[in-house]
T-cell receptor, first 113, second 115 residues
Framework: KQEVTQIPAALSVPEGENLVLNCSFTDSAIYNLQWFRQDPGKGLTSLLLIQSSQREQTSGRLNASLDKSSGRSTLYIAASQPGDSATYLCAVKKIQGAQKLVFGQGTRLTINP | ETGVTQSPTHLIKTRGQQVTLRCSSQSGHNTVSWYQQALGQGPQFIFQYYREEENGRGNFPPRFSGLQFPNYSSELNVNALELDDSALYLC??????????????FGEGSRLTVL
């Protein structure tokens, strides 16, 4: 059974800092890994999608890496801003069975002005 | 290009009632899936529809059922509501291609409260 873990559960940093969010998964048989952002009470916004054959993806101040063999992914946020405050979720899509996403519980990020 | 839209955004029901939630897929997408997100938790997969047929289901009882229509829109039906069904219900659409993992795009969700 695929399990996804995100550490830490919550993180608070001052504005301007660079930070890293961690995601680990137990089964390396994945199609891809997707990072999402969720604002309170809202839906999920896709940030980055990394296919299993890729090592990293970048979008603006965001960079996500994938090490499938070790079951790890990181989301790097450069020069953090108060508007980055949200919950960040990672999810993996399994190869076997239904092409469902298995989510971690998220990291709640607060950027202090 | 319109994104994934869900309705209603909020609703309140009582135990034992039935509810129908609706989702319109993003233009060009042929697959829709539904997720349940309890407060403070990550979303949990309910089921997925492709070409109007269910092609994957999570660990949810049969009182959770769904439909996908020819225009790829979808409904989630929950019968005999229980208090634990209170959650944010998220719909996601994608383009399914065999052997590939497409990107999922989510709607804003429907917040269900069961009293």
């Amino acid at each position: 059974k695929q399990e996804v873990t995100q550490i830490p559960a919550a993180l608070s940093v001052p504005e301007g800092e660079n930070l890293v969010l961690n995601c680990s998964f137990t089964d390396s048989a994945i199609y891809n890994l997707q990072w999402f952002r969720q604002d309170p009470g809202k839906g999920l916004t896709s940030l980055l999608l990394i296919q299993s054959s890729q090592r990293e993806q970048t979008s603006g101040r965001l960079n996500a890496s994938l090490d499938k063999s070790s079951g790890r992914s990181t989301l790097y946020i450069a020069a953090s801003q108060p508007g980055d405050s949200a919950t960040y979720l990672c999810a993996v899509k399994k190869i076997q069975g239904a092409q469902k996403l298995v989510f971690g519980q998220g990291t709640r990020l607060t950027i202090n002005p | 290009e319109t994104g994934v839209t869900q309705s209603p955004t909020h609703l309140i029901k009582t135990r034992g009632q039935q509810v129908t939630l609706r989702c319109s897929s993003q233009s060009g997408h042929n697959t829709v899936s539904w997720y349940q997100q309890a407060l403070g938790q990550g979303p949990q997969f309910i089921f997925q529809y492709y070409r109007e047929e269910e092609n994957g289901r999570g660990n949810f009882p049969p009182r959770f059922s769904g439909l996908q229509f020819p225009n790829y829109s979808s409904e989630l039906n929950v019968n005999a509501l229980e208090l634990d069904d209170s959650a944010l219900y998220l719909c996601a659409s994608s383009s399914y291609r065999r052997g590939q993992g497409g990107e999922l795009f989510f709607g804003e969700g429907s917040r269900l409260t069961v009293l």
